[in-house]
């Protein structure tokens, strides 16, 4: 059975930085495009970005140019470093592939605020 752990979430002021990590046990984790996923209090869950095996990326639009995403295979690892984080970035955040296919974990609280 997959299990999924996300950490590093935190309070951040408005234009800090944070770095997420995820790690992933019981599956073939290279062969998976992952992603990571958050949910803002009230709304539906939503893709924020996404990696494949080989490591092409793509982001939304609402984080585009400020959030960068790897992963080291090696590792069974995947990372979302945040830059220039806003008040809107506020959500709960977790790693899955990038079409939701394994349980979800616990997921990590981000909040920016002042």
């Known amino acids: 059975q997959v299990q999924l752990k996300e950490s590093g979430g935190g309070l951040v002021q408005p234009g800090g930085s944070l770095r997420l990590s995820c790690v992933v046990s019981g599956s073939i984790f290279s062969i998976y495009t992952m992603g ?13 970005a996404g990696i494949t095996s080989g490591g092409n990326i793509n982001y939304s639009d609402s984080v585009k140019g400020r959030f960068t995403i790897s992963r080291d295979n090696a590792k069974n690892m995947v990372y979302l470093q945040m830059n220039r984080l806003k008040p809107e970035d506020t959500a709960v955040y977790y790693c899955n592939t990038q079409a939701g296919n394994w349980a979800w974990g616990q997921g990590t609280q981000v909040t920016v605020s002042s």
């Open 36 to 48: 990571w996923h958050r949910q803002a209090p009230g709304k539906q869950r939503e893709l924020v």
